[in-house]
């Protein structure tokens, strides 16, 4: 066979047409991987954002939630509660009144104890003393004696007149001073005349008026005018 007929070797280091068709193929699939690579890729952190998002928005609403179902708490924590059970006479919890008035009204018998929110006006007008449950605390109040529940977080009762026995751990606050009770029992009384008297009977307190701060274990008296 002649060397002429022989067909021509193929240079060293260059491709043959079925090689570079086969190249362009491969180069052309491993671009459209790469394309949808980066789709997913962007994909993905727009599902990321979307679910920051939705957090975002959620958080706040799941606070307003909570905040209208234990608001007439008054971000009160777990346990904490006031709570008003009427005496044996006439008393009264914001709107409901109980016992028998002398002008014949009927009023509620129902004696169970009767869940308070900050702002309600609690009495005894008459019988035996009604009784104020706030926090680890309560106000025992006699007839004639009247209070407001001020907050539930830190307990705080309003003595508006009258008389009325603190029990337990209770800040009580007056027009004329403000005793906070730390153990024990004390018996508070309330006029314009006098001003505000503390007997403390058992325990410990203190009474902070216009003429300062004055410590009271039992058996002490302390005035505040």
Same mark, same amino acid.
């Given at each position: 066979?002649?060397?002429?007929?022989?067909?021509?070797?193929?240079?060293?280091?260059?491709?043959?047409?079925?090689?570079?068709?086969?190249?362009?193929?491969?180069?052309?699939?491993?671009?459209?991987?790469?394309?949808?690579?980066?789709?997913?890729?962007?994909?993905?952190?727009?599902?990321?954002?979307?679910?920051?998002?939705?957090?975002?928005?959620?958080?706040?609403?799941?606070?307003?939630? /909570?905040? &209208?179902?234990? #608001?007439? @708490? %008054?971000?009160?924590?777990?346990?904490?509660?006031?709570?008003?059970?009427?005496? $044996? =006479?006439?008393?009264?919890?914001?709107?409901?009144?109980?016992?028998?008035?002398?002008?014949?009204?009927?009023?509620?018998?129902?004696?169970?104890?009767?869940?308070?929110?900050?702002?309600?006006?609690?009495?005894?007008?008459?019988?035996?003393?009604?009784?104020?449950?706030?926090?680890?605390?309560? /106000?025992? &109040?006699?007839? #004639?004696? @009247? %209070?407001?529940?001020?907050?539930?977080?830190?307990?705080?009762?309003?003595?508006? $007149? =009258?008389?009325?026995?603190?029990?337990?751990?209770?800040?009580?606050?007056?027009?004329?001073?403000?005793?906070?009770?730390?153990?024990?029992?004390?018996?508070?009384?309330?006029?314009?005349?006098?001003?505000?008297?503390?007997?403390?009977?058992?325990?410990?307190?203190?009474?902070?008026?216009?003429?300062?701060?004055?410590?009271?274990?039992?058996?002490?008296?302390?005035?505040?005018?």
């Amino acid at each position: 066979m002649a060397t002429d007929d022989l067909p021509p070797e193929p240079h060293q280091g260059r491709l043959s047409p079925e090689e570079l068709a086969q190249r362009k193929d491969e180069l052309m699939r491993e671009g459209r991987a790469r394309i949808a690579d980066a789709q997913s890729g962007r994909v993905g952190r727009e599902v990321s954002q979307s679910r920051i998002r939705m957090r975002t928005l959620l958080l706040p609403a799941f606070g307003i939630v /909570l905040f &209208l179902h234990f #608001g007439s @708490r %008054a971000g009160a924590p777990l346990g904490v509660h006031a709570a008003f059970t009427p005496g $044996g =006479g006439e008393s009264f919890a914001g709107p409901r009144t109980f016992g028998s008035p002398s002008d014949g009204t009927a009023n509620s018998s129902d004696r169970s104890p009767i869940q308070l929110s900050p702002g309600d006006v609690v009495g005894t007008k008459s019988g035996t003393a009604s009784v104020l449950e706030l926090g680890k605390g309560r /106000l025992i &109040l006699e007839s #004639g004696a @009247r %209070a407001v529940v001020s907050s539930l977080m830190p307990p705080r009762a309003r003595l508006l $007149g =009258g008389t009325a026995q603190a029990e337990g751990r209770l800040r009580v606050v007056t027009a004329h001073g403000i005793f906070d009770i730390h153990s024990g029992l004390a018996t508070l009384s309330l006029s314009a005349a006098k001003g505000l008297v503390v007997d403390q009977l058992e325990g410990s307190g203190t009474l902070t008026g216009p003429g300062g701060e004055q410590q009271v274990s039992a058996g002490d008296r302390a005035v505040s005018r």
